[in-house]
């Protein structure tokens, strides 16, 4: 039964991402390496971060909201965003398009993520006795990740590799990727000051991880039409 548990929060963790490669025109156009590529870039971003949060960040021994350690971390988050500009622009990619290279930088990217953050909490307590809803919840947050990054790595694309696009649409693009960029301290803010328990902290992610997804794919594809 421990077995089973695990194997099913496993492949709710992990399952999305192996579906979403095959079923995209991402398997047809092999652009695996391109993903690979990503999720190297990813952990040696992670290490940065690690090293630049044990640097600036105090430990806290309490669970209080603090705006200054919040807004420093979210500060410090946006080490992401400058790794995927790297692994968009600057990396080389196969002769693939722009839609499909950002596809596959965000899938290899959220695939590194979840496999750091989640793979080893799974091994160690979805095989225990008791039951718990927490590795579900986990899994489901991981789905959410993905999507917000595949959004984020969206409006990067528009930001760093599109030139031509409407003037009016950038504040928005920029506002999108601001509001992905900090959800951690969102959902800090969310469980710390609001109080809202896990399960609820993960519907709200689910539920703006889809919003944002809407609103990346209307942008991508405004951005397309040479009209505007």
């Keep these: 039964m421990t077995l089973f548990h695990f194997f ?39 290490l940065v971060k690690l090293v630049c949060l044990a640097t600036f960040l105090q430990v806290s021994e309490t669970e209080v909201f603090d705006p200054y350690q919040e807004a420093l971390k ?49 091994w160690v307590g979805a095989r ?24 984020l790595a969206a409006l990067g694309s528009l930001m760093w590799l599109r030139k031509n696009k409407p003037k009016t649409l950038i504040p928005i693009i920029y506002t999108c990727a601001v509001i992905i960029a900090t959800m951690p301290s969102i959902t800090s803010y969310l469980r710390r000051v609001m109080g809202w328990h896990f399960p609820k902290v993960v519907g709200f992610e689910l539920m703006t991880s889809l919003v944002m997804a809407f ?10 039409r040479p009209s505007l």
Aim: aromatic share 14%; hydrophobic share 50%; with cysteine.
């Design 8 to 46: 099913n929060c496993a492949i709710l963790t992990f399952g999305p991402h192996a579906v979403y490669y095959s079923a995209t025109p991402l398997s047809e156009y092999d652009t695996l390496g391109t993903s690979v590529k990503a999720a190297v870039v990813y952990l040696a971003t992670a």
């Design 74 to 122: 979210a500060m410090i988050g946006f080490i992401d965003v400058a790794g995927l500009y790297f692994a968009l622009a600057q990396l080389t990619h196969r002769n693939i398009s722009q839609n499909h290279k950002f596809q596959a930088v965000g899938l290899g990217w959220a695939f590194a993520d979840s496999v750091l953050h989640r793979l080893a909490p799974l």
């Design 128 to 151: 225990g006795l008791e039951f718990t809803w927490d590795y579900v919840l986990q899994g489901l947050e991981a789905n959410a990740n993905l999507v917000f990054t595949i959004s």
């Design 215 to 224: 609103i990346s794919c209307q942008l991508f594809i405004l951005c397309q």
